[in-house]
């Protein structure tokens, strides 16, 4: 089957009359963060307008909303906001045309970390997407995340790709700056990570280096509107270009040790990544092959800090651009809560999962016991708070 590709266009103060133009004689929807004030106004002559709460976005969310889209028969839902936003509008609109994948999704995550959902119907609803963040690439990417009771989930699969998407410099202009230099290096540990595998299409290393580069020199830069565009466009890219092409499935390791201490620790995915991402590099370095290849991972690295200021070793180079661009760690989190986020780990994403195969419980410890922790957290986010754990082993399903 061939992949289906996003339209995306970018440039400002565009988005009405990109969304208009998409939406012209077709009954519409728009699914908005709630916090977007009067954003959405002018975005189409549209059905109705759903607002989400960003902050409180679950599986319940997507399956009432899904509910909603299917009553209101939208041929076309225009998603307006962070990737948490576009993540679930792109779940939900696959229950306009196909309520039963839909709930079987759902219904599975209860079950397995990782959910592949079959080719989109032929009937499906087209997605716009309009990120008013940047790093996620979830405007143009074929992969969203829904949170659950037994923690964060991945459903997999084309259905899931925005038909269109909509980049408008307007939409960042008042991001604070450490929020778009994590976005920043979100999409450059999207490249990192596919680095640390072998498998790769032949110019995938050359456009990962090229989109790399141009994302370091990018954030240390001033953020001007010009350049806050420029990091949307290239996070894009690494979804678009070849740079993510043959890579091995999985490959970044970091995100599944984040996943579960964001979850435990509560606080955001991106704070979970800058704690652990040298962590689980330095056993890389080691020569411990289950967490990464290193050979790929120095030549990647060293292509991209070529003109950076950067120490050549990948670990003490990835903490030393956090540092420099003083991005927000997650909180030190005691002795408990690391044993939780270790065995969750294992039990969703190790063992025999396809995420992190051959990795056990006391090898995440490792990788958190020598993670970078913010030293002055505030008391109650180190404390932690027991939460739904269940037994089912394994780490779910990959096509």
């Not at 998409?22 to 916090?35: E, K, S």
């Not at 059905?47 to 909303?65: N, Q, S, Y």
């Not at 780490?395 to 096509?399: A, K, L, N, R």
């Given at each position: 089957?061939?992949?289906?590709?996003?339209?995306?266009?970018?440039?400002?103060?565009?988005?009405?009359?990109a969304?208009?133009?998409?939406?012209?004689?077709?009954?519409?929807?728009?699914?908005?963060?709630?916090?977007?004030?009067?954003?959405?106004?002018?975005?189409?002559?549209?059905?109705?307008?759903?607002?989400?709460?960003?902050?409180?976005?679950?599986?319940?969310?997507?399956?009432?909303?899904?509910?909603?889209?299917r009553?209101?028969?939208?041929?076309?839902?225009?998603?307006?906001?962070?990737?948490?936003?576009?993540?679930?509008?792109?779940?939900?609109?696959?229950?306009?045309?196909?309520?039963?994948?839909?709930?079987?999704?759902?219904?599975?995550?209860?079950?397995?970390?990782?959910?592949?959902?079959?080719?989109?119907?032929?009937?499906?609803?087209?997605?716009?997407?309009?990120?008013?963040?940047?790093?996620?690439?979830?405007?143009?990417?074929?992969?969203?995340?829904?949170?659950?009771?037994?923690?964060?989930?991945?459903?997999?699969?084309?259905?899931?790709?925005?038909?269109?998407?909509?980049?408008?410099?307007?939409?960042?202009?008042?991001?604070?700056?450490?929020?778009?230099?994590?976005?920043?290096?979100?999409?450059?540990?999207?490249?990192?990570?596919?680095?640390?595998?072998?498998?790769?299409?032949?110019?995938?290393?050359?456009?990962?280096?090229?989109?790399?580069?141009?994302?370091?020199?990018?954030?240390?830069?001033?953020?001007?509107?010009?350049?806050?565009?420029?990091i949307?466009?290239f996070?894009?890219?690494?979804?678009?270009s070849?740079?993510?092409?043959?890579?091995?499935?999985f490959?970044?390791?970091?995100?599944y040790?984040?996943?579960?201490?964001?979850?435990?620790?509560?606080?955001?995915?991106?704070?979970?990544?800058?704690?652990?991402?040298?962590?689980?590099?330095?056993?890389?370095?080691?020569?411990?092959?289950?967490?990464?290849?290193?050979?790929?991972?120095?030549?990647?690295?060293?292509?991209?800090?070529?003109?950076?200021?950067?120490?050549?070793?990948?670990?003490?180079?990835?903490?030393?651009?956090?540092?420099?661009?003083?991005?927000?760690?997650?909180?030190?989190?005691?002795?408990?809560a690391?044993?939780?986020?270790?065995?969750?780990?294992?039990?969703?994403?190790?063992?025999?999962?396809?995420?992190?195969?051959?990795?056990s419980?006391?090898?995440?410890?490792?990788?958190?016991?020598?993670?970078?922790?913010?030293?002055?957290?505030?008391?109650?986010?180190?404390?932690?708070r027991?939460?739904?754990?269940?037994?089912?082993?394994g780490?779910?399903?990959?096509?």
């Open positions: 089957m061939t992949r289906r590709r996003t339209t995306l266009v970018a440039g400002s103060s565009i988005a009405r009359s969304c208009n133009r998409w939406v012209a004689g077709r009954r519409a929807v728009v699914v908005a963060d709630a916090g977007l004030g009067g954003l959405v106004e002018g975005l189409g002559r549209f059905v109705t307008a759903v607002p989400l709460d960003a902050g409180h976005v679950d599986a319940e969310t997507v399956r009432d909303l899904g509910v909603r889209l009553a209101l028969r939208p041929e076309v839902v225009v998603a307006v906001g962070g990737g948490t936003v576009l993540d679930a509008a792109t779940i939900a609109a696959i229950g306009v045309a196909a309520p039963a994948t839909l709930s079987w999704a759902l219904d599975r995550t209860e079950r397995a970390a990782v959910v592949s959902l079959p080719a989109p119907e032929p009937d499906a609803v087209e997605v716009v997407a309009v990120p008013t963040t940047v790093g996620t690439s979830a405007e143009c990417n074929a992969v969203a995340m829904i949170r659950t009771p037994h923690g964060h989930r991945l459903l997999l699969g084309d259905a899931l790709r925005p038909r269109y998407a909509v980049l408008d410099a307007v939409h960042y202009a008042t991001l604070p700056p450490a929020i778009v230099r994590a976005g920043c290096l979100e999409a450059l540990l999207r490249l990192a990570g596919t680095s640390t595998s072998e498998r790769a299409h032949p110019r995938a290393g050359a456009h990962a280096i090229a989109i790399a580069r141009a994302l370091i020199a990018l954030g240390d830069g001033g953020l001007s509107a010009e350049s806050r565009l420029r949307a466009r996070s894009a890219a690494t979804q678009r070849a740079a993510l092409r043959g890579r091995a499935p490959s970044p390791r970091q995100w040790v984040a996943n579960e201490v964001s979850f435990v620790a509560r606080t955001t995915k991106m704070r979970a990544t800058a704690s652990v991402v040298a962590g689980v590099w330095r056993r890389i370095e080691e020569g411990d092959t289950r967490w990464g290849s290193i050979e790929p991972l120095e030549a990647f690295w060293r292509g991209a800090v070529r003109d950076a200021r950067l120490p050549l070793a990948p670990a003490a180079g990835i903490d030393a651009l956090i540092t420099r661009w003083g991005l927000p760690l997650a909180p030190r989190s005691d002795a408990e690391l044993t939780s986020m270790s065995v969750r780990a294992e039990r969703w994403w190790g063992g025999r999962g396809p995420a992190l195969p051959g990795i419980a006391p090898d995440v410890r490792d990788v958190l016991d020598r993670a970078w922790w913010d030293p002055n957290p505030p008391a109650e986010a180190s404390r932690f027991p939460m739904d754990t269940p037994t089912h082993a780490g779910g399903e990959h096509i």
